[in-house]
């Protein structure tokens, strides 16, 4: 179970992933905000039940959504292309994966839609998805990955099991995305609690600035964060890795996450397009 703390701080959620290093690493919040790292499922969870007032959570989230939450302006994690840390790992080639069973991730919600929209309207393929407990780093069982002939991962989980060899295949979710939608795709927004504005307004104003600081600090010290990352990464690929991610929600960024949604409505996995609701600091 989470417990989060009672005081009168913000409580704010983020992916506790590499690729969150950049906006936190030089993120100093005393006296506003209690940081949360929490994986991206319980970020969204915890935002649904109110025990969190903000977070950067799965842009399906927001879609399905939208009405209770607000976008804070310009944040995002997404890529133009490769992301290397949202993968389908498999057996046999893609094609072949019909019906077949692939394991999913718990701590995903995005990449899951992300995953369906390739698969099934991309490529016409259906495969059966198992929603596992636990990722298989943390040790899902060996006959349940004997069984699997593929498995989604994410964040860390997604870098750490490229060195693993456990499946001869891998496909990365958004370079797929780029080439058959030429859009970047936008995996995380920033959103915080329509209800809880109207007394948390100054502070989020206060968190927020503090925030855009520390990404632009971070994004000009890639390396440093890479080398105070534990992470046992090779750190010439972690760099890579944090070079190519994009932490901004620009207009191209904004219409390809719309784009993402029809999608999504298409195969009715949200009940409407979501409109872009916008924190105004
Ligand atoms: C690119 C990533 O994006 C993540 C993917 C998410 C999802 O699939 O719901 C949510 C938040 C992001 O941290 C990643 O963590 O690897």
Redesign the pocket.
């Known amino acids: 179970m989470l417990v989060f703390s009672s005081n009168s701080l913000l409580k704010i959620g983020l ?1 506790r ?1 590499l ?2 290093l950049p906006l936190l690493h030089f993120l100093k919040v005393e006296g506003v905000a209690d940081l949360y790292l929490l994986t ?2 319980e970020i ?1 969870s915890a935002l649904q039940n109110k025990e969190l007032q903000a977070g ?6 927001y879609a399905k959504n939208f009405k209770d939450f607000l976008i804070l302006p310009d944040l995002s ?1 997404s ?1 133009v292309g490769k ?1 290397r ?2 993968i389908l790992y498999h057996k046999v080639p893609l094609p072949e994966l019909n019906q077949c069973p692939l394991g999913i991730t718990p ?6 839609g ?1 995953l369906r929209i390739i698969l099934e309207e991309f490529f016409h393929i259906k495969p059966e998805y198992l929603i596992l407990k636990k990722k298989i780093i943390q040790g899902a069982l060996k006959e349940e990955l004997f069984k699997l002939s593929g498995y989604l991962a ?2 860390d989980e ?1 870098l750490l099991l490229e060195r693993e060899e456990v499946f001869p295949f891998s496909t990365d979710l ?1 370079e797929i995305w780029l080439k058959k939608t030429h859009l970047p795709f936008v ?2 927004l920033f959103i915080a609690r329509k209800d809880l504005l109207d007394t948390e307004r100054e502070k989020l104003k206060i968190f927020l600035s503090a925030l855009y600081l520390s990404r632009a600090k971070g994004l000009s010290a890639l390396q440093e964060i890479v080398e105070t990352s534990h992470l046992p990464l090779n750190k010439d690929f972690a760099l890579k890795y944090l070079h190519h ?1 994009e932490f901004d929600f620009s207009g191209l960024k904004q219409r390809a996450f719309l784009h993402f949604c029809k999608l999504l409505y298409k195969k009715r996995i949200i009940k409407e397009v979501p409109k872009l609701y916008f924190f105004e600091l």
């Open positions: 992916p992933y690729n969150t991206p499922s969204n950067l959570a799965s842009s399906l989230f994690i890529t992301v840390s949202v701590e995903t919600e995005t990449s899951f992300l994410i964040g997604a958004a995996f995380a991610l």
